[in-house]
């Protein structure tokens, strides 16, 4: 009685009408053989094509345009990098080599912003301004995880300098806030990581 499934398909929906739209693959251009709107595309493979998740032609391995990296990946389209973070990467080493960025040093307010941004992806909360000199004159210059002395003259990527260390990390909760930050070395402070007590520092009047 009909003469394809979307022909039968369409008379039960719409009966009365038996004339059904005809309607076209996006990409390849085949008449589609449904009648359900939402489909777009004759089969899967032409559906990735045109989402751009995989290029058109056979699938070929491509090596990872990051200099450091040199992975082998299957690319999607106009997909260069293997991941984001090599494209991220990669751009830096090109603005870099083109001049388009320079390296400034890191005071008090670069510091605190780059804190709070982290409190805020943590859902975290903020309190005052959080200065490296002020806390390291309130602990005493005294790291706060070995209880050894900090060598404030020392700068980063000394393991030795010092370093803002939240008591109770911030991926458990722990506000940035100088109730919760102390000095502590740079090894220390990488060598405790996100474990830490749930005591609050108690501040030194």
């Known amino acids: 009685m009909y003469c394809s499934s979307r022909c039968r398909t369409w008379w039960a929906r719409h009966r009365g009408t038996p004339t059904p739209p005809m309607r076209w693959c996006k990409w390849c251009g085949v008449e589609l053989q449904t009648v359900r709107e939402r489909v777009n595309f004759c089969s899967l493979q032409c559906g990735r094509i045109g989402r751009g998740e995989i290029l058109y032609g056979p699938q070929q391995q491509v090596t990872c ?16 990098c293997c991941s984001e973070r090599c494209s991220k990467r990669r751009w830096a080493l ?12 890191w005071g008090d307010r670069r510091r ?6 982290r409190a805020l992806k943590k859902a975290t909360a903020t309190g005052a301004p959080v200065i490296r000199n002020q806390i390291g004159d309130r602990d005493r210059w005294e790291c706060g995880i070995c209880g050894t002395r900090v060598n404030r003259d020392l700068a980063y990527p000394h393991p030795m300098s010092p370093s803002l260390d939240h008591v109770v990390p ?5 506000p940035h806030s100088p109730e919760n930050v102390q000095i ?7 060598a405790k990581g996100d474990r ?5 520092l108690m501040l030194i009047g």
């Open 170 to 174: 911030l991926s458990k909760g722990g």
């Open 112 to 117: 605190d912003s780059y804190h709070r941004r």
């Open 65 to 80: 345009a990051n200099p450091d990296c040199g992975k082998s990946f299957i690319a999607r389209l106009h997909q260069k």
């Open 94 to 105: 090109q603005a870099k080599a083109e001049g388009r960025t320079y390296r400034k040093p």
């Open 184 to 190: 502590a070395h740079l090894y220390c402070n990488t």
């Open 196 to 200: 830490g007590g749930y005591e609050q």
